[in-house]
């Protein structure tokens, strides 16, 4: 066998296409992986699986998921026929990758923990550590900030092990960065603090500015102006030093915010407008510079302006949104966008304009719902009006409550069924998530809470009820709109307190929405027992971290006794698939009941989940495949 037939050639065009791919030249990094599957086919098949493996990346690179996915799932199962573990260990991550890319968060944390289980058991540390990194992204995608922050640190503590600082830096880093995010400014100054100490023993400037500006971020969230300024003016030199022009117009910004925290308002309307008229100002720096100069606006008195850049650092951002990819940048670009928001209402509510703060809140959470199905955000979101909601709970008669949770305040909306609407200031976020934190580990214990009067109960109660209790005469509907932590809180279980303590769900009737878009489209309800019936459930368990249901039998047949059996289609057992939902034609069913499983995702609503039996290597019906078939279930 002659060089140009070895293994090494097929390796050489592999090498060769993988950085044509980098540098974006697909037309030839494809005609190389041609001739390396060419070479591998008549010489080397122990290579084919390599091939589909670059195949895979190469699409990747291209933001083509789906057809990475199918040349990753090739590899996987060459790398299974040919018992090659490191192959193995490649694919699953790959397929990780892949899924995150495609927003299927979950799934993701599926394939990495395959993944990550296989990197170990062969000893691939440096694989097994860059998989510990992907899941923590996952998890910070779905909300699971404490899975998330305990990941990150194990792959920061595995990369030290295998001696590599620069990943050790990146993950210690995103550590503080999750604090941060959550605003547990304590532990995350330590943390960054740490990756500060550690970029300097690396002599890593790029990493010092980066790690400096993190720490200027949370001196301006404490009001510490003058170690914020200390810090950002050592970033700046840095990356200007760097020529790191990206963290230099970062910096600026800093500087802006240090300046309008000073009340040198001029200076910093000055600096802002130089980030934002920079051509190099990515859309990411030019929509914080443009929400920072709302900021200032507001601050200065001049509600004209404020609203001007408050609207155009909306319309930057969401164009910005996708763009961002890199888990260095999407942390506090996230974290940024939450603040925008934050900023934004809270203008429009100083300004005495809580309908147009009310349709900022609606119209930011359904981007989740209009993203997540690929839909034009522009198409019937910028036309919810106040008719739509008044409407709503007009013809549902009921008292619909609107909630957003913000780091300095909340609000809760009350929209009447005379249309009339009230907004009430609650406490900010971190507050509230505490309490709903400790109400759900009381409802999960051994003692009841009504027995026990739980304080968390009742003080949620006063917190997100009471301020509104006057407008929900007893025996009302109530549709719960809810935000944040809220998502996972049973509202039914607040303990009311007076004339004795109860439960709230003896005083109203409470049902819940994901979006006022959602209500303002919703028909009026009706507890009429009439029309077709989909049962779906009592699933063949797809794993241990779902096992069978005991009960799902019976309680499908006491459901299935109120039904003819003309109008009702069961679907069982090994029936009771994603797709076999999906090929009912849901949308003929007047009642739709589901006895399994389920997950749920407070920040991607729409990777909820249905646990059903296992199809191929899918066993969940998501939120945003339901979404996708119009219902008119009652």
């Known amino acids: 066998m002659t060089l140009g037939t070895s293994d090494l050639a097929v390796w050489r065009k592999m090498s060769q296409a993988a950085a044509d791919g980098f540098l974006s030249q697909f037309a030839d990094a494809d005609a190389r992986l041609g001739e390396a599957q060419a070479l591998a086919e008549k010489f080397h098949p122990e290579l084919l699986g390599e091939v589909a493996l670059r195949k895979g990346t190469l699409c990747f690179l291209r933001d083509d998921s789906a057809h990475a996915a199918l040349a990753y799932r090739d590899s996987l199962r060459i790398a299974r026929e040919q018992n090659d573990p490191f192959l193995e260990a490649a694919a699953l991550g790959s397929l990780g990758l892949t899924a995150a890319q495609q927003e299927h968060y979950d799934e993701s944390i599926q394939w990495n923990t395959a993944a990550l289980s296989l990197a170990q058991s062969i000893g691939a540390r440096t694989s097994a550590t860059k998989t510990l990194g992907n899941m923590a992204w996952s998890y910070f995608e779905l909300g699971d900030y404490e899975n998330s922050r305990a990941l990150f640190q194990q792959a920061e503590e595995s990369a030290a092990k295998e001696g590599n600082l620069g990943d050790q830096l990146l993950w210690r880093i995103n550590v503080g960065s999750v604090d941060s995010y959550r605003r547990d400014f304590g532990d995350a100054e330590s943390e960054i603090r740490s990756a500060l100490n550690l970029a300097r023993q690396q002599d890593q400037n790029v990493g010092i500015a980066q790690s400096l500006r993190s720490l200027s971020d949370i001196d301006l969230a404490r009001d510490r102006l003058d170690a914020a300024d200390s810090e950002n003016r050592e970033a700046l030199r840095l990356s200007r030093a760097a020529q790191d022009r990206n963290g230099e117009l970062a910096s600026t910004i800093t500087a802006a915010r240090i300046e309008g925290g000073r009340h040198n308002r001029q200076r910093a309307v000055q600096i802002l407008n130089g980030v934002i008229a920079d051509p190099a100002a990515t859309p990411s720096l030019r929509w914080e510079a443009q929400a920072r100069l709302a900021s200032v606006y507001a601050d200065a008195g001049n509600p004209a302006a404020a609203e001007r850049e408050f609207r155009g650092a909306v319309d930057t951002l969401e164009a910005a949104r996708r763009s961002v990819q890199s888990e260095e940048l999407r942390i506090p670009f996230l974290a940024n966008a939450a603040e925008l928001y934050d900023d934004y209402l809270e203008f429009l509510v100083s300004q005495n304009r809580a309908e147009d703060a009310l349709r900022l809140a609606a119209l930011t959470r359904a981007r989740t719902l209009v993203e997540g199905l690929g839909l034009d955000p522009e198409k019937g979101l910028a036309r919810l009006t106040p008719e739509d909601w008044k409407g709503a709970a007009r013809r549902q008669d009921a008292v619909i409550l609107c909630y957003w949770l913000g780091s300095r305040h909340s609000y809760l909306w009350a929209i009447l069924p005379s249309g009339r609407l009230k907004i009430f200031f609650l406490a900010p976020a971190e507050q509230i998530d505490a309490a709903v934190q400790s109400y759900a580990g009381a409802l999960l214990g051994p003692r009841d809470v009504l027995q026990t009067a739980n304080s968390s109960g009742t003080a949620l109660y006063k917190m997100l009820v009471a301020p509104a209790q006057d407008l929900i005469p007893k025996g009302s509907r109530v549709v719960i709109v809810p935000d944040g932590s809220l998502c996972g809180l049973n509202f039914e279980t607040l303990l009311a307190p007076e004339p004795v303590p109860h439960y709230w769900i003896e005083d109203a009737t409470i049902t819940y929405s994901d979006s006022l878009i959602l209500v303002a489209a919703a028909r009026r309800a009706t507890a009429a027992m009439h029309g077709k019936l989909l049962l779906i459930g009592d699933p063949v368990s797809p794993g241990s971290d779902f096992p069978q249901l005991p009960q799902a039998a019976a309680e499908m047949a006491s459901i299935e006794k109120y039904f003819p059996s003309p109008d009702t289609r069961v679907l069982s057992g090994s029936s009771a698939t994603a797709q076999a939902y999906v090929d ?51």
């Open 584 to 634: 009912s034609n849901p949308g003929q069913f007047a009642f739709i009941h589901f006895v399994a499983h389920g997950t749920s995702s407070r920040a991607r609503p729409l990777e909820s989940a249905v646990i059903l039996s296992r199809q191929g290597d899918s066993f969940k019906l998501y939120g945003r495949d339901v979404v996708r078939h119009p219902l008119k279930a009652e």
